[in-house]
């Protein structure tokens, strides 16, 4: 183990724990870095918060690329490959570190580390719900602490060594590969290939709401970016209704239309969604506005309405016949249960009149 050193930057204190091979590679713009991590409170147990072999999940970041926390790129950008170092750091730089963290364990979980149905950033959430959905982060988060690091650097590969993903694209090239995938998302849904279409849909959506979290509310920049997303979001509820799943195309139109009520298709689909449920209420009504905001639309509307007054008199018919089931099985229990406490009463004064022979 070396001696403890400091690299040059305030609140940063390294040791090295095992010695990595040849020279520090080159960390340049694009470079993608590929590492574990543990990350440990500065208390008497060294407590740890989050060990990524834990969750065999190794942590991949693209220098340049406006990570959360930007001290790891400093730290790693002094460590050899194959090199382990521990890195004490001062609240100064763990600050961002909870909302990191949140984004790291849902990855491991399964779920999607960006939320961005919610059209907030990380940030925005916690204040907003005034919780990261993790005990440990939000204490985290309320009284910032010093951490230590403990990194192992894995691989580096300059920009021309991989293929980027859209996770490792700069905000620009975000924004140029959405309408790439905007297209590759319609040639899954014309093909039938829905979950391919979802996906490619839901990426672009991802990418649009990374840039859009650095721009003011309600500027051109910021309106531009959010009619692109809702029309990559109306494109992905289409999908969503072939897969049947109504309730969330409910969820996402409402949102869109809860900030801009004047979009024709949010409703067609929140309509046609609420069809398929049986919301009979809610369909008729988004239905009308339909109409009221595209006339033209009046042909398919009819149909729809059509198949909503078939759909609800079927299953007026199933409710019925359903009910009227229930009432018949009802009776059938009471009768039974009439006829049993009738077979014992009959047969307690059966008895009752034994006993009385006897006794006389």
Not at 57 to 84: H, Q, Y
Not at 287 to 296: H, M, Q, S
Not at 304 to 322: A, F, I, P, T
């Amino acid at each position: 183990m070396d001696q403890t050193m400091c690299l040059g930057v305030e609140g940063v204190k390294k040791t090295i724990l095992y010695g990595g091979t040849g020279e520090i590679p080159k960390f340049i713009t694009g470079s993608k870095v590929k590492f574990h991590f543990r990350t440990m409170l500065c208390d008497d147990d060294r407590t740890v918060i989050d060990d990524s072999k834990k969750v065999d999940m190794p942590m991949e970041i693209v220098i340049g690329n406006m990570f959360k926390l930007d001290i790891w790129e400093t730290l790693l950008a002094s460590m050899r490959i194959g090199e382990v170092s521990e890195f004490w750091c001062d609240i100064t730089h763990t600050g961002m570190y909870p909302i990191l963290s949140k984004s790291m364990r849902r990855i491991a979980e399964g779920k999607d580390p960006t939320d961005w149905h919610i059209h907030t950033c990380g940030m925005a959430n916690m204040f907003a719900y005034h919780s990261l959905g993790y005990d440990d982060l939000d204490e985290l988060m309320k009284e910032p602490k010093p951490l230590y690091f403990v990194l192992e650097l894995l691989k580096v590969s300059q920009p021309s060594e991989y293929n980027r993903e859209t996770w490792a694209l700069s905000d620009g090239e975000r924004v140029k590969a959405v309408p790439l995938l905007h297209a590759q998302g319609n040639k899954f849904f014309k093909q039938g290939r829905y979950e391919e279409a979802i996906q490619k849909y839901k990426e672009g959506i991802v990418c649009l709401k990374n840039v859009q979290t650095k721009e003011k509310a309600w500027e051109v920049s910021w309106l531009k970016l959010e009619k692109m997303a809702n029309t990559l979001t109306l494109n992905y509820c289409q999908c969503l209704l072939r897969t049947e799943e109504y309730y969330e195309v409910i969820e996402h139109t409402t949102d869109i239309l809860n900030k801009h009520p004047g979009i024709m298709k949010a409703y067609y689909l929140r309509a046609r969604a609420h069809l398929e449920v049986w919301n009979e209420a809610e369909a008729r009504e988004d239905f009308e506005r339909v109409l009221d905001l595209e006339p033209g639309m009046k042909k398919v509307v009819t149909r729809d309405l059509g198949v909503l007054s078939m759909r609800m008199e079927e299953k007026n018919e199933e409710d019925r016949k359903k009910y009227k089931g229930m009432f018949e099985e009802k009776r059938k229990q009471r009768e039974m249960a009439h006829n049993t406490e009738s077979e014992e009463v009959e047969q307690q004064t059966g008895e009752s009149e034994v006993s009385d022979t006897r006794q006389a």
